[in-house]
């Protein structure tokens, strides 16, 4: 389909690598082919799936005279550190809006971020929770006093903006159909703040790819992305009225959430350990570390059947392991 991009700055080492995981379909597959996206090599400290969205939410805040960049999530977030190094490439200064205390040696993400050169706020969990609107309007009143133009970028860059980034990913993944052989698939990826399963569940319509798409929720239930996805789609629409009508069905696979957002249990840090040895793939106990875990889990109670190929998409987050290496027994 024919669709008018809004412009956007080239910062993903794109097209990433369709992989074939032989060994890994042989364990897990149950007769499936395994394939893995790896979004985890859009770049080196500017990676994962998010760098896909901030291209076109830089080329947005460029076009539109922002000088700034807010943007908020966990002390760990990989979207802020992503963040920290576009503004950094960009030379548009960037202010992160930080879950949780401070903690008193800075690892992964966060050391990268102030490296990058953010500004870090870190807020205790309950007042960011209820003020996390209002400290998004603080900050953008400081930098209006001042004569600059601060952009706020919500949660994971997961908005109307953000959502082109996985739709164009879409294309990419045809070409790789194409070149796989892969006739119908099922496409899983980790699901956290929506933009990326909202991207590629749009993608998949618009440019008819022949697949399903599926969100394995990291945090929050299957009722609250269903409604992300859903008003990630709206903001899309709106913000762009002359895109296609497409209709899309968001599915969610419920049930890996654990203990929580970001804490993972023993049996997804075996398996990051046996997935690094058996295929050199390294996944995070974040993110997609639960989502490849909740796609075996499913694949093991038949939930793909009838459909050869499944591709899981790597969205990266590797930085996001080394604050959790007591979780590892090597
Ligand atoms: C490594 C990684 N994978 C997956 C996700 C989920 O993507 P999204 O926020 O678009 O749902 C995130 C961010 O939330 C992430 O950092």
Redesign the pocket.
């Given at each position: 389909m024919g669709l008018a991009y809004p412009r956007k700055v080239d910062l993903a080492h794109t097209p990433t690598p369709l992989q074939y995981l032989e060994r890994a379909s042989s364990k897990w597959g149950c007769g499936h082919r395994l394939w893995v996206k790896r979004d985890d090599l859009t770049g080196s400290t500017l990676s994962?799936?998010?760098v896909r969205k901030l291209e076109f939410i830089a080329a947005h805040a460029i076009d539109n005279g922002y000088d700034t960049l807010i943007t908020c999530g966990g002390l760990q977030?990989?979207?802020c550190r992503a963040t920290a190094f576009v503004g950094a490439q960009l030379e548009l200064a960037v202010h992160l809006l930080l879950r949780g205390e401070e903690p008193p040696e800075r690892d992964g993400n966060l050391l990268l971020g102030h490296l990058a050169g953010a500004t870090v706020n870190c807020y205790p969990t309950g007042q960011y929770v209820s003020e996390i609107g209002d400290l998004f309007r603080h900050w953008q009143a400081h930098y209006a006093e001042r004569g600059r133009k601060a952009l706020a970028i919500p949660t994971?860059g997961?908005d109307g903006v953000g959502v082109w980034g996985y739709i164009a990913a879409c294309e990419e993944l045809a070409a790789d159909f194409h070149t796989a052989a892969i006739e119908q698939a099922h496409i899983v990826?980790?699901?956290?703040?929506?933009?990326?399963?909202a991207g590629l569940t749009l993608g998949t319509a618009l440019h008819q790819l022949p697949a399903t798409v599926w969100?394995v929720n990291?945090c929050d239930d299957e009722q609250y992305f269903l409604h992300k996805v859903a008003s990630d789609t709206a903001d899309w629409k709106a913000r762009y009225p002359d895109v296609p009508s497409v209709t899309v069905q968001p599915r969610v696979l419920d049930g890996y959430v654990g203990q929580g957002y970001g804490i993972a249990g023993a049996d997804v840090f075996a398996l990051i350990a046996q997935l690094s040895r058996l295929e050199g793939l390294v996944l995070?106990p974040?993110?997609?570390g639960k989502a490849f875990a909740g796609m075996v889990a499913e694949i093991a109670a038949g939930r793909f059947e009838g459909c050869r190929d499944i591709v899981f998409v790597h969205?990266?987050?590797i930085f996001?392991l080394f604050p959790q290496r007591a979780g590892f027994n090597c």
């Open positions: 994962g799936n998010k977030s990989n979207h994971g997961s990826t980790a699901t956290g703040s929506g933009g990326t399963q969100g990291v995070d974040v993110y997609t969205t990266g987050g996001g």
